[in-house]
């Protein structure tokens, strides 16, 4: 696997992952979870450099996540951590569009995130990122700025739950199929987009994005 089109085309799934590093749960009032929290997007939500990200209909709270992803190479169901990274094709920077307000009135009501991280545009994401390239996927600066400002400025070897583990973990109950993208939660610094913004976001110096809100 070398192109983002074939994860594009052969991804079933977009699984990501929320709350897991510390200060982004804080800075959204969130308490720390005690396992992974898990919740889908439909491919649908993917695009790529040159589409622009649309706010959606309604929506007066659209916020940038920025984060890692690993895309699967080959199909895993109940697998242990040990073995996690050998069923990793490689990687992608995503960024996991939120409609806070959304997402928001949701929390309130037990309702799911469904609309508020799915909708059309809700999933930027980046190349493909050959797996050699990023031997330690725990230990990697990610960043994200607005109109030339850094807004998240992190690195993965904070995140609650290792990249192996949370591989392990959803592939308990979905099997992982090549090409789906496991987006394994934002640092914090999460913040409001307005019409025109303009986002870079990227992985240390190994890959960076640029996606305009339209
Ligand atoms: C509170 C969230 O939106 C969870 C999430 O997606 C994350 O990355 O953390
Ligand atoms: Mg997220």
């Avoid at 709350?19 to 979870?33: Q, T």
Wanted: glycine share 10%.
């Amino acid at each position: 696997m070398s192109k983002l089109s074939q994860f594009r085309e052969l991804g079933k799934k977009i699984i990501c992952v929320g709350r897991n590093y510390r200060e982004h749960a804080a800075e959204l009032g969130n308490p720390i979870p005690s396992k992974p929290i898990l919740f889908l997007k439909p491919t649908s939500a993917y695009i790529t450099e040159g589409q622009m990200i649309k706010i959606p209909l309604g929506c007066s709270d659209l916020n940038h996540e920025v984060e890692l992803g690993v895309v699967i190479g080959i199909r895993a169901s109940k697998i242990k951590q040990e073995e996690a990274m050998k069923y990793v094709g490689g990687f992608a920077l995503g960024l996991d569009m939120t409609a806070r307000d959304w997402q928001s009135e949701a929390k309130k009501n037990g309702h799911p995130w469904c609309l508020a991280k799915g909708f059309d545009t809700s999933c930027p994401v980046s190349a493909f990122i050959d797996k050699e390239k990023i031997p330690n996927p725990n230990n990697v600066d990610i960043w994200l700025k607005v109109n030339g400002e850094t807004r998240q400025s992190g690195n993965t070897k904070d995140m609650i739950f290792s990249v192996e583990h949370l591989i392990s973990y959803a592939s308990q109950y979905f099997t992982l199929e090549p090409g789906d993208l496991l987006l394994t939660g934002t640092p914090s610094g999460v913040s409001k987009l307005n019409l025109g913004d303009v986002i870079q976001a990227g992985l240390g110096n190994i890959i960076s994005v640029q996606f305009t809100v339209s």
